[in-house]
């Protein structure tokens, strides 16, 4: 791993992590020995970052250089949180855990006071059905809709009938009940909504549709708005 790398990952611990945070529980974090996280802790603490601690005790990252200072006001803050908590319930497991990150990203980026209210605010996101699980395939759909490339998938339609498609992913659409995804059909030669739940396989190609993502997604949503 590039010390870059291991660095950043070892400042996203130190702000994720109950503090004070054990040299053992960080290694464990960042997959390292404890001889490497004292090093990495004394080139963060040179490089800005105010690091509470020593070795023995655990560390605390009480202002983090690597984060510019943010000003919310209360009600913004809430909204944050309460946004960021919910996709932490609803979202894919790599999902749910970059919202964690970023939540523990714009906590350190706060001033004290504010710090301790996004510690405690007042809106919380609770989930009292279980979750169903989410496929494996959502990352590859993440990345054929961001790198425009189009992917194959095995759906099964409302009437029962199982049948294999390409597709342009648009955009994936977390609606109140079930996320769908948005798509250009390339067998229909149109605009077509897949129902996650119903998608058996997905599989990425290397057809590219790059520039037409944005443009295509427009159309989609004004054909949604004026149909």
């Known amino acids: 791993m590039a010390r870059t790398d291991r660095l950043f990952r070892l400042l996203d611990a130190l702000r994720r992590l109950p503090a004070p945070v054990t040299a053992t529980r960080l290694a464990e974090e960042t997959g390292v020995s404890e001889r490497t996280i004292y090093r990495d ?29 943010q000003m919310f006001d209360r009600l913004e ?22 919202a964690e990150r970023a939540l523990a990203k714009v906590t350190a980026s706060l001033p004290a006071r504010k710090a301790e209210e996004a510690k405690h ?38 009437n029962g009938a199982h049948t294999q498609r390409r597709i342009w992913p648009l955009s994936i659409v977390y609606t109140d009940y079930a ?19 119903r998608v058996a396989r997905v599989t990425a190609t290397q057809e590219s549709f790059r520039p037409r993502r944005v443009p295509l997604l427009r159309e989609m ?3 949604s708005y004026t149909g």
């Open 121 to 158: 605010v007042a809106l919380l996101a609770y989930a009292f059905e279980t979750k169903p699980e989410v496929p494996e395939f959502m990352a590859t759909l993440r990345e054929a809709a961001w790198d425009e490339r189009a992917v194959e998938i095995d759906y099964t339609d409302r």
């Open 179 to 197: 996320p769908w995804i948005l798509a250009w059909c390339c067998k229909r030669r149109d605009f077509r909504r897949f129902l996650i739940s």
């Open 77 to 98: 803050l809430e909204a944050v949180v309460l946004g960021l908590s919910w996709l932490g319930l609803q979202g894919d497991p790599a999902l749910a855990d970059a």
């Open 221 to 223: 949503m004004a054909q």
């Open 41 to 69: 802790i004394d080139s963060l603490r040179a490089a800005g970052a105010l690091i509470d601690g020593a070795a023995g005790y655990g560390y605390t990252l009480t202002e983090d250089s690597a984060v510019p200072p």
